[in-house]
Every structure is written in C-alpha cells, then in structure tokens.
C-alpha cells in the first residue's frame, strides 16, 4: 500500500509540514486516505500519469516530469575548433553572478511554477543547493569564464558511484557559443577522474531547450516521474 513519508529536511527548511506520497506504475491508493490535514504540501510521484477524477477534485496539480537522462562517459561532447577561447576553472565561493545563474537554472522547477509557494521558496532552495555544493567535499562546481565573466556554471556530484550533474545554466546572452558543450566536457572529466562510467542528469520535460541540448549531446531518457503538488485546502 502506498504510504505518504513525512519529509524533514522540507518541513524544517520551509516551515511547514511536507510530506510525499510515492506511487508506483498500476500502484493503488485511495484518495480518501490522503492525511491532508497533517500537511500543507504533499509531493505525489508517479510512474505514469494520473487520471482519477477525485485527485483533480482534491485540487492537486501536475507540476513537474521528471526526466532522467543518462549518458556514456565514451561519448565527448566537444566537436567544436573555439574550446580553449574559454576558462574553465573551479568555483569556490558564492557570488552574486552565481547567484544569478543558479536560480536561471531553475526556470521550469515546480518550486518556482507553482504559484502556491509565497515565501521565497524557490530563491532560497535553489541558493541552499548551490552552497551545498560549494561547500561538500564530493561535489564540485565550475564556471565558464570569459577573461573575468562567469557566463555559465555546472555542479557536479557523486551519486552510488554516478557522476551527476545538479545544476547548469548558461547566460542568455552567451547562448549558442559552446559554453554548454565546453561545461559537458568538463562533467565528462569529473565522472573520467572519478571512476564513473556514465554521467546522468534530471531537467523538466517542458524545457524543450534542456531536453534537446542533452539528447543532441548523447544523452539518453532513462526515466519519468510525473510529480504532482496537494496544497492543504484553505492554507
């Protein structure tokens, strides 16, 4: 039977009470068994797309696919004669430039689409993640630079021995000038120098832009899981 798990980290770092519920593919669960009342936001994952009239009724809300990607470390994403015109060099501390391009990242998270979070929660989740990242000894950040300009970052960790990317983002206005790529191969030469032999990524199936650049770059879709948010009626 599927069971809703109360969500520490979440409740303590937005200041209330989030729970998820985890539906497997044909998984059963009856909506009335949903304890609304002891959450104001519980994350419903599933497999496949939810149909069931009563959920609707409920007001819960897709928000997200999720999609995982994977790809072979084998496959280098440079093909390109202007690799060195930039700087790729380790970012160590937070700045407001950073800043900047970690909550670009993050232009189609649920946390940031979902109108129901009124409490900065998006700004102040996506910065926690990218100090994390500076700040824990398995994962690594790097920038893009031109001359002194930081135009794009990537963070990068170690998940079950998988080199995975966390977050990536790219200036708009330095778009279409390999930066991506130039940041690819850099994830490729972290999963290379530590042992991982693919390197896998999560972004939103609505970001057409995310989901063609990494299918173009040799990823593959491993995954989706359609997420959904059920905000405690009269919050």
């Not at 809300?61 to 995982?68: A, I, M, N, R, Y």
């Not at 990607?69 to 015109?85: E, G, R, V, Y």
């Amino acid at each position: 039977m599927c069971k809703i798990i109360q969500l520490e980290w979440d409740s303590n770092f937005f200041d209330y009470e989030v729970g998820k519920l985890y539906i497997p593919k044909n998984g059963h669960f009856e909506i009335s068994v949903l304890p609304e009342n002891e959450f104001k936001l519980i994350y419903l994952f599933s497999e496949e797309p939810l149909s069931d009239h009563k959920l609707k009724s409920l007001g819960a809300q897709l928000v997200d696919v999720k999609v995982e990607l994977a790809k072979s470390t084998a496959i280098m994403p440079l093909n390109f004669n202007d690799k060195n015109t930039y700087e790729v060099k380790p970012i160590n501390e937070l700045s407001n430039s950073l800043i900047s391009l970690v909550l670009e990242s993050g232009v189609y998270s649920r946390f940031k689409l979902d109108q129901n979070f009124i409490q900065n929660e998006y700004e102040r989740l996506y910065i926690a993640w990218i100090k994390k990242a500076l700040e824990e000894t398995n994962s690594k950040v790097y920038g893009a630079y031109l001359d002194t300009q930081l135009l794009g970052f990537i963070s990068l960790s170690m998940k079950s021995g998988i080199a995975d990317i966390g977050l990536i983002a790219v200036y708009e206005k330095a778009r279409g000038m390999h930066i991506g790529k130039i940041l690819l191969h850099e994830a490729n030469n972290y999963a290379n120098n530590n042992d991982s032999s693919a390197i896998t990524v999560v972004t939103q199936e609505k970001n057409e832009q995310a989901m063609a650049f990494y299918i173009k770059n040799g990823f593959s879709v491993q995954n989706k899981t359609y997420t959904y948010h059920l905000w405690k009626k009269n919050q």
